[in-house]
């Protein structure tokens, strides 16, 4: 059982990071010696704001990602997950890693649209495109806005695969369409789940479904026919690595089909987020978990080497690889995930091919 510092009266719960580091981006930064509180409410409200991109599916280039195309209807999450390496990109947006990341969310109203534009062209080729990626498409606000829904609307009406992965139990809302698109093998759903510690799980992923709902959702999914895994992501050597046998024992019995994990990794200004986060909540055990995850990545607490990034280096990388590959002899063996139907969606693209 871990044993959390409690909160003094700056520590702003339901947010994972604790401060804003400066964006990279800018030229200029105010710094002062003063120690002066931030004039920040604990709970700071989140802003929404409306942005129309141009484009939304976007190519993924990458070795060790298990996609070739992304859809993140929203940039910026309010999960607030402390150890997110998507919080870096929100530097392109003029905003900060830290509290802005969670607190700042930008809504890509426009999203269902450019994806069905992008589709239809004659230059698309039919690949299966992920729903996240980057950030959670069924955080908190997607139970309004109902963008995720939309898109996945659109791969029902012209039988596209997709798949999605989320630590939100909203995804049930949306059973309706997951059940058809599951008939013609077109959707694989994971769900990401960092601990079965209920204390633990609201310091570092403070406004994501608690685990009940997860491992809920996960059952749920199963009962309905729709191919559900589990992302057992980041493994945080030191934190949360001695419960991969029983959150892989558990979830395999309500029926998840295939376990996969993450090493943390803790790139740019997200070293500097989760460094403040530990040290306020784990004082006493924040440098041994530090050194871990350094260890796992030569010697730095971030890593960007492709093929190395996600499965880290060295004996505690090693012993995770270690336990995850039993945890799936012992309790995934036999069980298999459908193969994408990829042949479906130029007949509905083009109702003249259905002729022949």
């Not at 589990?230 to 493994?235: C, E, H, I, K």
């Given at each position: 059982m871990e044993h959390f510092e409690t909160p003094n009266e700056t520590y702003k719960k339901g947010r994972g990071a604790q401060f804003n580091p400066s964006n990279r981006f800018e030229k200029l930064a105010y710094e002062t010696e003063l120690d002066i509180p931030q004039l920040e409410?604990?709970?700071?409200?989140?802003?929404?704001?409306?942005?129309?991109?141009?484009?939304?599916?976007?190519?993924?280039?990458?070795?060790?990602?298990?996609?070739?195309?992304?859809v993140n209807p929203y940039q910026g999450c309010e999960h607030g997950c402390v150890y997110c390496y998507a919080r870096n990109t929100h530097n392109y947006w003029g905003y900060s890693a830290g509290t802005d990341f969670e607190s700042k969310i930008l809504i890509k109203q426009n999203a269902a649209k450019l994806v069905e534009e992008k589709i239809k062209s004659s230059t698309w080729k039919v690949s299966p495109i992920m729903l996240s990626g980057n950030t959670d498409c069924y955080q908190p606000i997607e139970r309004k806005m109902e963008i995720t829904r939309e898109i996945l609307g659109v791969m029902l009406r012209y039988r596209h695969p997709v798949s999605i992965i989320t630590k939100n139990s909203l995804v049930l809302r949306d059973l309706d369409l997951l059940e058809k698109l599951a008939q013609d093998r077109l959707v694989q759903v994971a769900i990401s789940v960092t601990s079965l510690n209920e204390d633990l799980r609201r310091r570092l992923e403070p406004r994501t479904s608690s685990i009940h709902s997860r491992l809920h959702a996960i059952e749920k999914l199963a009962s309905r026919?729709?191919?559900?895994?589990?992302?057992?992501?980041?493994?945080?050597?030191g934190l949360n690595d001695h419960e991969i046998l029983k959150l892989a024992e558990y979830t395999s019995r309500l029926g998840a089909l295939s376990f996969g994990?993450?090493?943390v990794r803790l790139n740019g200004d997200v070293g500097k987020i989760f460094e403040d986060w530990i040290h306020k909540n784990l004082p006493n055990r924040a440098e041994k978990i530090l050194s871990r995850i350094k260890e796992m990545h030569g010697g730095q607490l971030g890593d960007s080497r492709f093929d190395e990034r996600m499965r880290g280096e060295g004996k505690f990388a090693q012993l995770i690889r270690q336990q995850v590959l039993l945890a799936r002899k012992m309790f995934f063996e036999g069980k298999e995930t459908h193969t994408f139907n990829l042949d479906l969606f130029e007949k509905m693209r083009n109702p003249q091919l259905s002729l022949f």
């Open positions: 409410p604990e709970n700071s409200r989140t802003e929404y704001i409306k942005v129309f991109p141009k484009t939304m599916i976007n190519n993924v280039k990458s070795t060790d990602l298990p996609m070739d195309y992304s026919k729709i191919p559900v895994s589990v992302m057992f992501a980041p493994v945080i050597p994990y993450t090493v």
